[in-house]
Each structure stands twice: as C-alpha cells, then as structure tokens.
C-alpha cells in the first residue's frame, strides 16, 4: 500500500472523524469533576463509557467509508486517533498520586490503573468491529489479508506468543530510554525517573511500539494486533512489579509525588494504548513498505 497524497488524504479524514465522534462529542463533558484531570474509567461512568463504544463504533464504521476502498487498512486508525484527545487531555499519573497521599491509597489507585487497558483496548477493539461491520455491507481492497494468507510462517502460533513476549519487553526498554526525564540515582533502586511531559509521552509511546511492530512483522510476519494486544500487558507487568507495598512505603516516606520507581507506571493507560496502537499500526505498514523496496527496487 503506497503512501500516495490521496492516501495521506485518506488517513486525515479518517483521524478528523475519530477526533470529532471520540475525541469530541464522546469527551464526559459533564461527569468529570476536574476538565484537565486524570481520565479513568469509574470518573467516566456508566453512561460515559457506553457512549464512547457507542461513538468508537460510528466512527470505525464512517471511517471505513471514507478511506473506501482501503478502509480495512485505514479505518482503523479512526478510533485511536480520537482517543489521542483523551490521552492528550487526560492529565497525568503524578496528579492521582498526589490525591492518594497514603501507601492504602495508592495501592488502591494502581489496582485501578492495571485493569484500565483493557478497557481502552475493549474501545479500540469495537472501532475494529465497525469496520469490519462496513467492509461486510461493501468489501473493499484486501492487501493485508491476502498478503498474509501468502506468506505466514508454519510457525503461526509460536511467532505470536514470542511476538507478544518480545513486544512487552522491547517496549519497556524503549520506554526506559525515551520516557525517562530526569532520572536520580538511588541507592534502594537503581534509578527513580519523575513524571513525563505529555509532549515526551507521544514520542516514546509512538517510537517504541512503531519500533516493535516493524521488528516482529519483519522478523515473524505477524499482524500489529500483538504489540497493540502488549500495550496493556505492559502496563500490567510494570503496576504489579513496581507497586508492591514496601515500594509505596519508600516512594510516600521519602519521596514526592512526581517521582516514580518505573517510568511505564507514571503513564495513563489510555495513552499507552492510543499512541501505541496508532505507532504499531504505522510500524507494521513500514515493515511492509520496507520488504517491498528491498524485494522489487532493490533487485
């Protein structure tokens, strides 16, 4: 799939109908009790989070027309885009940490934040369905399918579980390197990071997962869904490493707020998964770009 200026074209119309349906008319305008506060889920409600399946599945469904009739590859992008405004908007880790001064507290705010991925995924997942819903009612261009079928290895099922292990682990490590803001040497661990600009936040989110889904579709010829599917595992994998009791303990007896003792948990779920679906999508087409420029231009 060529990166033509109609396909650039493309790709703006589908984010400008995920910005205006989920960025925009979904926002909870009226349950959240601070606009530039941290976005959770037991913030939003009930009726919020219907709403924004309800919008995440009109705009997969609308996007898949508009990039007609590469929807299937470009409608999917609308939803993540849209839920940039919420992670963008979303306020930061260190807030919450600051409402929740005792170590009962935190644990409580960080047993949230786990499971909270899944929620944002369970959105990205229902902007799929709309676009599959749309490609039933009129099928369009099937690249990415038929390119698979072609090529997947004998090895399907062992190439996905290394692909997910291996995305979880990159990413931490990437993470690590461009998250990272000030970081202070401690002698009870090796290294304390402080919470990120949003800005940084993009950056290495995008640049990490965009990073590990060009190294396993290359390598292991497996779909974006993996490192999108990490997203959450490695959220889950830093909360339940990094925020036992006796970590908590040290971080409210010693340190302040903005200080954490892994950079991963100072980030929103929700900007991990917006940003990091968008860059493994982005790093899975620039894998496949870079097969065909080395297979056909090369040669």
């Not at 205006?20 to 926002?27: D, E």
């Not at 903005?258 to 779920?269: H, K, R, T």
Request: with cysteine; net charge positive.
């Amino acid at each position: 799939m060529e990166l033509t200026w109609t396909m650039k074209l493309r790709i703006v119309a589908v984010a400008t109908v995920g910005i205006i349906l989920v960025g925009i008319i979904a926002w909870p305008w009226e349950t959240l009790p601070d606009p530039f506060g941290a976005v959770l889920v037991q913030v939003i409600g009930t009726n919020g989070a219907v709403t924004l399946l309800i919008m995440a599945f009109l705009a997969g469904l609308i996007a898949y027309f508009i990039a007609w009739p590469y929807g299937r590859e470009i409608g999917i992008l609308a939803v993540p885009f849209g839920l940039t405004v919420w992670a963008v908007r979303a306020g930061s880790v260190a807030a919450l940490v600051q409402l929740n001064p005792t170590v009962e507290q935190r644990q409580m705010l960080f047993e949230t934040l786990r499971w909270e991925p899944f929620f944002w995924l369970l959105v990205v997942c229902v902007g799929f369905c709309g676009v599959a819903f749309g490609q039933k009612i009129r099928p369009g261009h099937k690249y990415e399918e038929t390119h698979e079928k072609a090529n997947f290895s004998s090895n399907k099922y062992l190439n996905i579980v290394i692909a997910i292990v291996s995305s979880v682990l990159i990413v931490r490590f990437c993470m690590q390197l461009l998250a990272q803001d000030v970081v202070v040497s401690n002698a009870v661990y090796n290294s304390i990071a402080t919470q990120p600009a949003i800005g940084q936040i993009v950056f290495s989110v995008l640049v990490s997962f965009g990073l590990v889904a060009f190294l396993v579709k290359k390598y292991l010829n497996v779909s974006y869904l993996w490192p999108i599917l990490s997203s959450s595992l490695v959220i889950v994998y830093s909360i339940t490493t990094y925020t036992k009791s006796s970590i908590l303990n040290h971080f409210v007896e010693s340190w302040p707020a903005v200080f954490f003792p892994d950079v991963v948990i100072s980030l929103l779920p929700v900007q991990v998964v917006a940003f990091g679906t968008i860059g493994s999508i982005a790093g899975y087409w620039m894998a496949v770009r870079y097969s065909y420029w080395r297979k056909h231009e090369i040669s």
